[in-house]
């Protein structure tokens, strides 16, 4: 019993310091996220906060994968509520929900996408960072697989040998089975969405839009066409 209130005890603080991060991270930037930081926000020491994070970068995976679940789950709920729907209705909503999450939380959105990831952690398949990004892919591949089981769409058929055996070595890491072909143009159509969110939350294209909205849902009608889906506009 002693041992489990520990644990709870344990559980609960270290939920209150990622918390803490978050809160330094959206009121002062990234660069003020330090372990010494954190701990001052929490009401602790620097050092008794090594207790629960062996250093800066364990803090900052964590971190970043409450940020990867949050925005995973928010996506989720988002294609769920179309569940009855058709497939474009609800890729459609996921990508929406993702906009809408990296609209409401720039710092977040910055902090998982815009910023360089360690060498560290990229060796890392496993690290908790790593495994919550892949859940976030799995929000999109599940989709993609879905439509092409039902309604395959044009995939290219001359891709470079480079960018097979890449793709190739992503595929193995996922869950998600699919050629090689369908990768190419999921992955192509994350980075279209990928970086005009980058541009809009960083303030890229305010000098010619102050409402980003209507030039993301022409993306997303692009997007649509390509897979051969009907557009379908937001309620």
Sequence with gaps: MTSSRRDRLRQSTLAEIREAARTVLTTKGSAAVT?????????????????????HDELVQAVTADFFAELAAEMR??????????????????????????????AEFGWIFASPVPSSVTRTPDS????????????????????????PFPVPDDLAPSIRDQLRVYRDQLDVKLPVEVL????????????????????????????????????????????????????
Excluded at 84 to 102: E, K, N, Q, V
């Design 128 to 151: 908790p960072r790593n495994l919550a990004g892949r859940e976030f892919e799995h929000v999109f591949q599940e989709e993609f697989a879905k439509l092409w089981e039902t309604s």
């Design 77 to 106: 709920a988002a294609r769920d509520a179309h569940a009855d729907g058709s497939i474009a209705a609800r890729l459609l909503a996921t990508c929406r929900a993702m906009r809408g999450w990296a609209v409401a939380h720039p």
């Design 184 to 235: 190419y143009v999921t992955t192509s159509c994350w980075m279209r969405l990928y970086g005009l969110l980058c541009m809009e939350v960083l303030n890229q294209l305010d000098y010619v839009y102050t409402d980003m909205e209507p030039i993301y849902e022409e993306c997303l009608r692009d997007i649509a066409g390509m897979l051969g889906l009907a557009y379908e506009p937001p309620n």
């Design 35 to 55: 372990i010494n930081a954190v701990a001052r926000e929490v009401g602790m020491s620097g050092p008794a906060l090594y207790h629960y994070f062996s250093g």
